[in-house]
């Protein structure tokens, strides 16, 4: 059984002059243990998407499936239950700025009812994981966008996830610091075998870290395949044209490295 399933899922926002399809038909299964990427151009619907896997978005249509378990079916105690097994990490980290490091960690662990002595020493430990111990008195203002990602993403651990969905997560970050946030997830992945969703725009990233990938093209799901094949032979004008596209800032860094 998959971890996630979309079921013929379309998702239409209402608008004045004429209604949004932001996403149309989805059917897509995500497998527990995997690194998945959902790529395409701004606007093509991967955050409506991704919001749609923890019903933070509800679909107008279709059926989302987390471990067999139709979401849309689950009364608010049962929903809120489930979501805790789904973290979520964004652009912009969304850190509390009045609280320092540890306690950012700390917060999912409190609402969860666990005690402040046991929240503050899984704490440590998240931090340890992220490589932040000597951080953990700082606020966010005193962090880069590096170290504040690390910290979001010790904060998700907090809840014991078993999928991580990633909205863009390196997308405000230099190539080299995307380097080390794309590793730790990585490392998370395999040594807590949890199932990650990385949405980007980017496919150094879909390259770096992922194992199949579905391509989104104004709300169609355009292509789903293994990352290899998808980069060898891709059949989409979308997928293509993003190949395209990452071909282009490879030559563009290639001639700024010669100059
Ligand atoms: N709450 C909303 N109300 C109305 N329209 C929306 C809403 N959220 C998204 N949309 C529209 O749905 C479409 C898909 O948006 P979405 O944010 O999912 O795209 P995206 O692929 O994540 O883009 P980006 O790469 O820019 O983040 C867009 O046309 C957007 O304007
Ligand atoms: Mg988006």
């Known amino acids: ?66 471990d067999g378990k139709n979401l849309l079916k689950l009364s608010n105690r049962e929903l809120r239950l489930m979501r805790r097994e789904i973290g979520m990490i964004f652009q912009h980290f969304n850190l509390l700025m009045q609280r320092n490091v540890l306690d950012n ?26 490589g932040l111990s000597d951080k953990a008195k700082a606020y966010p203002v005193q962090l880069s966008g590096g170290q504040k990602q690390r910290v979001a993403i010790a904060r998700t651990l907090a809840s014991n996830p078993r999928i991580i969905l990633c909205d863009e997560a390196t997308s405000a970050l230099d190539p080299q610091t995307t380097g080390t946030i794309l590793n730790l997830l990585k490392q998370i992945n395999k040594e807590y075998q949890i199932t990650v969703v990385v949405i980007t725009h980017e496919m150094r990233v879909v390259e770096e870290i992922c194992d199949r990938v579905a391509v989104l093209d104004h ?27 990452r071909k282009i800032k490879q030559l563009e860094g290639d001639v700024a490295n010669d100059i």
């Open 219 to 245: 709300g169609v799901l355009a292509e789903v395949g293994d990352v290899k094949e998808v980069f060898k032979a891709p059949k989409s004008n979308a997928a293509k044209a993003l190949l395209l596209e």
């Open 1 to 66: 059984m998959s971890i996630i399933e979309l079921k013929n899922v379309s998702k239409t926002f209402d608008a004045k002059k004429s209604n949004i399809h932001a996403l149309s038909n989805i059917d897509l299964c995500v497998e527990e243990g995997e690194i998945f990427g959902v790529i395409g151009l701004s606007g093509a619907g991967k955050s409506t998407l991704v919001r749609c896997m923890n019903l933070l978005e509800k679909p107008t249509d279709g059926e989302i499936l987390i």
């Open 105 to 130: 960690v700390c917060f999912p662990m409190e609402i969860a009812g666990v005690s402040k002595a046991e929240a503050r020493k899984r704490a440590k430990q998240y931090l340890d994981i992220v």
